[in-house]
Structure formats: C-alpha cells, structure tokens
C-alpha cells in the first residue's frame, strides 16, 4: 500500500495506545513516522519524531503538515487515530459535548484528510488508513454517539475509497474490538444523569469496562495495521479481536430481532439471563417468520 522506499508516516494520537504501539511498529520496520500529541513531551527513547496537533484545529492541521512538510517533502501514509469515547444513555448527553466528540473523533479525520490530500494527489500515490471501531459496524448502547461518531467515519471513508482509487491512493479501516489502553481514562462521562438510565448504564458500561480489560493486545492492531501498509491491494474494511470478528458475523448472519437480542442480552440491558434472553428472540422470530393465513 505505501509507496516510496522509506515512506513517511503521518500518525494522530501517537501519545499513548494504539498509537504509540503502532508508531514504534512502524519505525523499527523501515517507516519514518512523524507521531502526533496535543501536548509532546520530549522522549529521546522514541524512535520516531512527535509534532503538536490537535485535530479539532484548522490551524493546528495546517501548521503540523507544514512542519512535517519542511522535515520530509511528502507524505505517504495518514492514520487518523486520535479519537476517545463518551459513556451514557443518549438522553444525558448534552449537544455540546456531542459536537466535541465528533469535532475530533469524525471532523478531526476529515480536516487530516483535506490537509494530506493535495500532497497525495501530487505524488500521485498514499495511504490513509481510519481507526473506526466495531462500534462503526453494530452500535454499543451507552457508547451511542461515539458509535455514531464511527458510523460516520466508515461512511466517510468508503464514499473517499472511490474517489481517491483513480489518484493511487489507497484508503481502509481498522475495526477494533476493545482493548486496553488510556481509552478508558479519557472517555468522557454525559453532561447530566438521568435515575432512569442508571441500573442499565451501570451493567452496560461494566460489560464495556471488561471487554476493554480483556480485549486485544495493541500490538496485535499494530500488526494488523503494518499488513495493511504492506498488502499491494488491501481491502476497506479490516477486524480486529476476538470480539469484534464475532459480533461482525452475528450481525451479518442473524436475523435483526436475534441480533439485536444477543446485543440486549450482551450488554446485560435486560438483566435477564442468555437462555431466557434467546428463546424470547426466537420466540419473536417464529412469530416474524410466520406464514399468513390467506383470508
Ligand atoms: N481502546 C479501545 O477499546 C478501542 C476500541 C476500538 C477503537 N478504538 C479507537 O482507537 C483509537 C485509539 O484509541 P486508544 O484506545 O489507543 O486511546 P488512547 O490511549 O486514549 O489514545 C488516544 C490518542 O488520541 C489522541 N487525541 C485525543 N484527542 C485528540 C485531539 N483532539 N487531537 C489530537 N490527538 C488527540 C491522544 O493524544 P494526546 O492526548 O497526547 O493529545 C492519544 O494519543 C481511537 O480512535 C479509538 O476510538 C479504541
């Protein structure tokens, strides 16, 4: 997928994470990678150069392209990673918070993408690689907007996949399940709580808190990122985790009223037991699937 002997690597949210795992990947396997952080602090141990950036800024892009720019010429590859969460029911979240978490989790790629693209285009030839979520494909009740946020970046991405193809640029989504990492930490609480979200939200975001514990080793992701730079034609859409692999495939292959038991039943919404929660889904299936009766 990159192009150009030792190319350049242009990675948001390089701080901690994913990114940082994918950053050092990366450079210890031939890349130049230009890292980024709202707040760099200097660390001689990193094989890889840090540049300020927050993604939510027209001027911040600006001026981190140009530095990255002056320093290396071109840029091969963007990975839009930057991003966080925000946990509770819809209804608790305020407007302004659901602006921010798209101002940096969708706005924040988009505004990376026009500022990498005219240089693209020139070299006619590039990468962008989008770190969605499984949240992008099937959305997580009480993580709602930054399921939103990820639905909208897979949109986005598979709309620029077809525009880009005819420039040699080359565009795909990594589709993690959770894993550890600071994500937890940063995520954003809603603005108000409302009591009658609070037993649910509570099951829910234990069941997410786990999945996270639990989940994939970045390094993993990092891998599966590095195969993607390498692959001559990589697909769009690319999973990651155990979890995230199962989930895409329920909601492939089931039936929606089952599907979407399993996810009640999932993030424990119900607070009913798996074999109790399925047989009442099978039971709206046969209903659903019923013949009816000529009159
Ligand atoms: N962890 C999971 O379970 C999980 C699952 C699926 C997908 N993902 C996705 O994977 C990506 C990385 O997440 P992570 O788990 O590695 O989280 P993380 O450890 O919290 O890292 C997030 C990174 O984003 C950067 N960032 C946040 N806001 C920014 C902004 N406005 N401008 C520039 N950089 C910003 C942070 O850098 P500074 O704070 O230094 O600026 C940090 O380096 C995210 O897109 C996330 O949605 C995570």
Redesign the pocket.
């Known amino acids: 997928m990159a192009t150009s002997p030792t190319p350049v690597v242009l990675l948001?949210?390089?701080?901690?994470?994913?990114?940082?795992a994918t950053a050092e990947l990366l450079a210890a396997n031939g890349f130049r990678v230009f890292g980024?952080?709202?707040?760099?602090q200097p660390d001689p141990s990193r094989p890889y150069v840090m540049l300020p950036?927050?993604?939510?800024s027209d001027e911040s892009v600006q001026a981190c392209i140009q530095r990255l720019l002056a320093q290396a010429g071109r840029i091969d590859v963007l990975i839009n990673?930057?991003?966080?969460?925000l946990t509770g029911a819809l209804e608790e979240a305020s407007l302004d918070q659901v602006k921010g978490l798209f101002e940096?989790?969708f706005f924040?790629a988009v505004r990376m993408v026009n500022a990498v693209l005219p240089t693209m285009r020139r070299q006619h030839g590039g990468s962008i690689v989008n770190?969605?979520?499984?949240?992008g494909i099937a959305a997580s009740p009480f993580l709602g907007f930054?399921s939103a946020s990820?639905h909208a970046l897979e949109g986005y991405s598979e709309a620029l996949r077809h525009e880009v193809k005819a420039f040699n640029i080359r565009v795909a989504l990594i589709e993690?399940?959770?894993?550890?990492?600071?994500?937890v930490?940063?995520t954003q609480g809603p603005d108000r709580t409302i009591a009658e979200y609070a037993a649910p939200g509570r099951r829910a975001s234990a069941v997410i808190d786990h999945a996270?514990a639990t989940?994939a080793d970045?390094h993993d992701i990092a891998r599966l990122i590095l195969g993607v730079l390498r692959s001559r034609a990589p697909r769009l859409r690319h999973l990651v985790g155990a979890d995230a692999r199962l989930f895409a495939l329920a909601r492939r292959l089931e039936p929606e009223p089952l599907f979407e038991q399993q996810a009640r039943w999932t993030f424990r919404l119900d607070d009913r037991p798996l074999v109790e929660a399925l047989s009442a889904a099978l039971l709206r299936l046969l209903g659903v699937w019923r013949p009816r009766r000529a009159r």
């Open positions: 948001t949210g390089a701080s901690a994470g994913l990114g940082r980024t952080s709202r707040t760099p950036l927050d993604v939510r990673n930057a991003g966080f969460g940096t989790n924040g770190i969605s979520s499984i949240a930054y990820k993690p399940g959770f894993f550890p990492s600071d994500f930490q940063a996270v989940g970045p």
